[in-house]
């Protein structure tokens, strides 16, 4: 009862919109009218007065229903629970009428495209709540919505329609846990243990005691050992700067689960991951006509930045833009440069290259989930057989050059296909 | 007339529409029978069971969904939604309505028979508009001085065409024919004021749902 009332109040305060009524005659009030003017027109040629008589209560209804009092303008408040939403989310949508007077209200939701609306796409009253499901990213419009107005007697019909508000859908990020991590990291805190001693948790070696050493370090087993007090030593905790790529120049395979859709849903996930271990983590989404890029940067907040990023691309965007020119605040030098591709641009193959021999680490996450379909022609065969060579010899030369190339079917967690990277520290040869 | 409440659920809806149907058949039973063989009576009648067939089919079919998108449909399934469209499209109840008062017609003057029938196809229509609305028996609530003003108009109706003709000629029937026109336009008249004063005029119906 309560969450009703909040709900009220939270509609209540969205600003509505008044809007025209168009009344037209309901069906209800057309079929009558053809019952009452062919009984009147029969009883005058065939001079049969019964016939008036059973025309006489249609055309009453209809008379008496002239004296209805109908809204020329409504005010309809339309609020989503939500203006950003991830995919498979559920969205409320709450709608409410005012000024209706009597009228019985209807309201009929049309879904936009990749717009889940349920089971539910009609509501009876002045006050409703519809629930939909955004079904892949993308800024999309909810829909459109129908308001039918009809009397009391049911016999005219006032109708609107409601364009509803836009929804920013975030792709559902994948499941990831583990993080490669550089075998090299930046001297900032985080929490990735490096190669040097420091003041982190995890065991890094045994040293002799030296004046200012803390005494809960000491190692008296050792030290018993070897006569001398010894101390023990504990790894450094770093953060590394994490650049995700995301290809955008191919969009191959089934619409849900397309090549572009596993790069953002991957990339999503590898901010989510690397977010939470504190490391700093930008984009940078290279599409045709340039590329748009957002620096590295830290919290939940730049997850939400990072996403918006890749969807909209406004922000950084640099019309015709390569990487050589891109700033160091986008590509910083030392960074985890972490690619989501099909692979399919030889522009952006070469442009992994660059990258490769100015020497960031790098880790190419496959994500073509497509081919060419099977044909009986010898020709289309050849054909299907030079782009399967092609595909090899792109991924071959990228892991000839140090770039490790793992592939991921967007179902599994992306932990698989990046076990091996994850278990030891990434080092790139230079 | 008394009312016993809402209908509510899908049971309520589907003895709606089953009454529907029902009265739709019945409506053509009744007008058609006995069966005559003059002024295209064949076609008639079978334009009266296609449109009240069809009537019920779109009833029953209200409910199917019919996608936003129809483009690159597979050929049964784009069959299927012109054939949808069409019969929610066609107004067939009003095709019925002409078909049936059609074939009363054709029959010698039985004025009781043709009430019965106006009080069937005003009850016919009335249920396929509650069927297709899904509104429950309580919309009509606000109906029922009105439709007590129309059954009684009906039975004057019907009293007029039992009235044996002054004479020999067209004139009597003609003035049979002005005196129960001069009624209904006196009732439509006077309802406007009736229908005012009734409770739902008044903006105090029971269970509307405009009220807060």
Redesign the interface.
Known sequence: MSSSTDQNDRLLRVPGHELELHWRSSRHARRLLTLGVAGVFIALLARRPEFAGVAAPALLLLAAGRVQRRPARISVRVRPSATRAFEGELVALDVRAEGQGGSHVRWTLHPGTEIDPGDVTAADGPQARFTFTPERWGRRQIGTMDVVLRDRWRLAEGHLTVILPKLDCYPAPADQRTKVVLRRLPNRLGEHPARTSGEGIEFFGVREYVPGDRQRSINWPASTRRGRLQVNTFAAERSQDVVLLADATSDVGVPGSSALDLALRGAAAAARAYLEGRDRVGVITYQWGGVSWLGPGLGRRQLYRIIDSMLASDSGYARGANFRRLPRAALPPGALVVVFSPLLDQRFVEALRDMRERGFHMLVVDVLNAEPPVRRRTEDRMARRIWQMEQDAIRFSLRELGIPVVHWDGVQSLDLPLAAHTRRPLAGRR | MTFTGAIRGGYGRAAIRGAAILLGAGCVVWAAAPLVRSGYAGLALFLAILGVAAGALRLVLAAV?VP??NYLLPGPLRAWLWFLENLRRV?W??GA??AI?WLE?LHP?R?WH??I???A??GY?LA??LA????SLE?LR??VR??A???G??????G??MIPAVGPG?GS??L??V???A??AA??LV??Y???GSP??R?S?RG?????
Do not use: C
Not at chain 2, 153 to 158: D, F, H, K, S
Not at chain 2, 208 to 212: I, K, L, N, S, V
């Open positions: 969904p936003e998108d107004p109840e009003e309505l002409i008062l017609v003057a004025p043709t009430a029938l106006g009080a196809l005003v229509l396929t508009h297709e609305s899904g509104a919309a606000p109906q009105v439709l003003v129309g059954a108009l009906l039975a004057l109706g019907a007029a065409g067209a029937a003609l049979r024919l005196a129960a026109g009624l209904i009732a439509g309802l406007p009736v229908a005012a739902d005029a903006g119906g509307t749902p405009g009220r807060r």
